[in-house]
Structure formats: C-alpha cells, structure tokens
C-alpha cells in the first residue's frame, strides 16, 4: 500500500501554500535515520543511515541529498527524481539554495534539530543576505493531519500490531527469557511487511518501565510480561501497550490494570475535537491520582511517519485537537514503590467519537478472570 503520486501532489500543493502564507522561498528539510518523518513527508524515502536533507522551492524541483550511493540509488525510485550523493553537506545544501534563487529569500528550517552546526554556519557565512527562520511548526501541523490515505496505512498498521500481540500470546509463558519473545516478534512483524519497529519489553511482577533491548531475564511464576508495539508499516507507526499477567494476577495487579484502564477510556472519550490535547492528559491524571496512585508519564502522543509526532497528551500541550489526528493513549499508573501498569492503544480523532485503531482489550486481568 504505497502512497499515491495524487498524495505527493496534495502534500506538496499544502506545503507550499503554508509557505507563501509564511513568506517563505525554500525550505531545507532535516532528518536521521531514527526520526526520519520530516524528510519522508516530502520525499517518500526513508533514511536508513545518517542524516538526509531535502531543498524544496516554493517554484520548482526539490532535491534531496543523501549519504551514499546506494542511497540515492534507493531515493530515486521514490517521489524525488533529483536525489544526489554527498559527502559534503554544507557545501552541497548551500550551493542548490543558490542554484534556486535562495541567496536573498526567507529560508524555512525543518527538522532543525537535525541541522549541524556546520551546516548552519556555512549557510550563515555563504548565504548573507538569506533570513532563516525555524519552520518546523510549519510542517509539523500539515502533518498532524492525516489524510486518506494516511488513514488507510495507520489502520492496516494497528491490525498487524493486534496480531503480533496475538502471537506473543500465543507464545509468552513462564520460563522464557525476553530475548526469546523478542525473536518471536521480530520473525512476525518482519512476515508482515514491517519495515521497522520501535518496540519496547520488560518483565517483573508489576512492570511499567518497558526497553527497547532486551534482556536474557527468565520470567518467573506470578510476573507479567509488559510489552510496548510500534511497529512502521508503508512509513506509518502505530502503537499499543499491553500489561499481560503469566500466572493468576494478584490483587493489586487487578487493580493497577482496572485503575488504567479506566482512566484511558476517560482519556479517549476526551479525544474530540474542540478539546485540546491537555484536555485528554487533565482527565486521566485527576482520575489516577484520585485513586491514590502517582501518574508520572505522558499520556500518549501524536504518530505518523515519526513514532513520536506532535501533539503531546501531557497537561502544558494547548493544542486543538482536529479530525485526522492519530493519536496514542496510554496513561501510566505507579505507587509510591515504582509497581504499576502502563497501557494504551491507538485512535485516530473525528468528527465525533474517536475511531479505534486496534480491536487488542487492555484490561488483561478482567480478560482472564473471565476466561477461566
């Protein structure tokens, strides 16, 4: 499921209409092989090592510039024609900005975390009469809309998640070592066209801190398995967070999973537009604190072609919430001893109630009880 040319053109028929809204000429683009979305959202092409930068007039072709040969072998087949190799990037950056006509022009930064500073002090140097200007807001909010087509990936995306999550499942018992499910999870998701995954294990007997490596702890009986699946599928991440008990829950497990769980589905009846993000992070956090417990994480986040995208459900974040947002929500519940439950899944905001991405239940505890 590719993005469509008619997506390039939408995207680049938006970006440069906030670019004359902004007084902008070109745009130089920034991105790493970790947080690749910035460069994807123009180019459809992923980094997979180092960093990529894309030069993109308000009038005429973009160009990219890559690492390597092989990258650009790879960047050519995708939505810029004029993909190029460098192994010097100030140089090359400053000399296609003149080539466009930029010497003089307002300059809009993207991704500017991803901008070195010898990049930007040849571009200082090089480019006097240029003004530049921080315009990642610019293109972060086009991207906190998903379109159509966007759309469709993230739900095919969430589906896969649901599965691995049903492999693990199927898998997971008392007496394997994380190494060991991780390997399942990583044959699976690879048997599904995943292109990369974020995903993040931790055992113990109420885990809530999961990590992205994993280790060779066994699990041990009455300890549950916490497993945290971002998965990147056609580009798109989505994500899911899930406390499973091995043995019996406890008590207290029960209780962490019903005190999370309810507060998310407060968190999500809140994800509709005229709220704003904080709105969402206010009412899980009043509700897991009211129930005696601490509430130290955010609460979720936007996701797109970054597993990690504007905006923040944390209690400072004002911004809007607006259909085509997809969002992850995923409250945290702690005592004062560091035991807990961290759960979440993902949604994509409407007009009305949100539409839930994946059909995984997160309140395993009351699932098994029941089963049994």
């Known amino acids: 499921m590719l993005l469509t040319e008619q997506e390039r053109d939408r995207r680049y028929r938006e970006i440069r ?14 991105s790493n092989a970790m947080w690749t979305g910035y460069v994807r959202y123009f180019s459809n092409y992923p980094p997979h090592f180092g960093y990529s930068y894309v030069i993109f007039p ?54 500017i975390e991803n ?8 571009m200082k140097k090089e480019l006097p009469g240029a003004t530049l200007v921080n315009a990642n807001r610019v ?12 759309q469709a990936i993230a ?25 060991d499910i991780y390997a399942e999870m990583d044959y699976f998701i ?44 056609e580009g798109y991440y989505t994500q899911l967070t899930v406390v499973t008990p091995l043995s019996e829950p406890t008590a207290k497990m029960k209780e962490f999973l019903d005190v999370g769980t309810t507060a998310q589905k407060l968190g999500v ?21 009211k129930a005696g417990f601490l509430y130290l994480y955010r ?39 560091g035991d807990g439950v961290f759960v979440g899944d993902s949604y994509i905001v409407t007009e009305g109630e949100p539409e839930p991405l994946n059909r995984t239940p997160l309140n395993t505890a009351r699932k098994a009880a029941s089963a049994r």
């Open 17 to 30: 209409k906030a670019m004359e809204q902004n007084d902008l000429s070109l745009l130089v683009v920034a």
């Open 299 to 337: 609460g979720g986040h936007g996701m797109g072609h970054d597993l990690d995208e504007p905006p923040a459900i944390v209690p400072e974040d004002q911004t809007m919430l607006q259909p085509g947002m997809t969002i992850v929500v995923h409250p945290c519940v702690m005592d004062k001893n």
């Open 269 to 289: 009846k809140a994800l509709r537009p005229g709220n704003r993000a904080c709105d969402v992070a206010n009412v899980m956090k009043d509700y897991v604190e």
């Open 155 to 179: 739900r095919k995306c969430a589906q896969i998640t649901d599965g691995l999550y049903d492999r693990i499942k199927e898998v997971a018992k008392v007496g394997m070592s994380e190494f």
């Open 115 to 122: 901008i070195s500073f010898s990049i930007y002090e040849h």
């Open 139 to 150: 293109i972060s909010d086009l991207r906190m809309i998903k379109s159509p087509e966007e």
């Open 58 to 111: 308000r009038e005429g072709e973009p160009t990219l510039f890559v690492f390597s040969k092989i990258q650009e072998q790879v960047a050519n087949k995708r939505w810029i024609r004029d993909s190029r190799q460098s192994s010097n990037y100030p140089e090359a950056i400053v000399k296609r900005i003149k080539e466009c006509g930029g010497q003089d022009k307002r300059i809009g930064l993207v991704g």
């Open 190 to 233: 690879r048997k599904n066209g995943v292109e990369q995954a974020f995903n993040l294990i931790g055992t113990g007997k109420y885990p809530v801190a999961p990590f992205l490596a994993p280790s060779g702890r066994v699990i041990a009986e009455g300890e549950s398995l916490l497993v945290e699946l971002t998965p990147r599928y």
